[in-house]
């Protein structure tokens, strides 16, 4: 359960960036470009493809009757 929070919590705080900067453009003014793909690059390995593949690895991805 901790886990799933946790997920959550970072899809949460990337969606709140995500809608700050479409509303106000602040992080593209005061940020360069290389900054953000790196953060989401970064983001994307180690919260959703890291923990998948371990899931995958050991097989609970899919019931086994």
């Known amino acids: 359960m901790k886990k799933k929070l946790e997920i959550g919590l970072v899809a949460v705080l990337c969606l709140l960036l995500w809608a700050t900067e479409m509303m106000t453009g602040w992080f593209s003014a005061h940020f360069p470009s290389w900054f953000f793909q790196t953060v989401w690059g970064v983001t994307l390995v180690a919260f959703v493809i890291i923990p998948a593949g371990q899931i995958w690895l050991k097989g ?4 086994c009757h």
């Open 60 to 63: 609970e991805s899919h019931e």
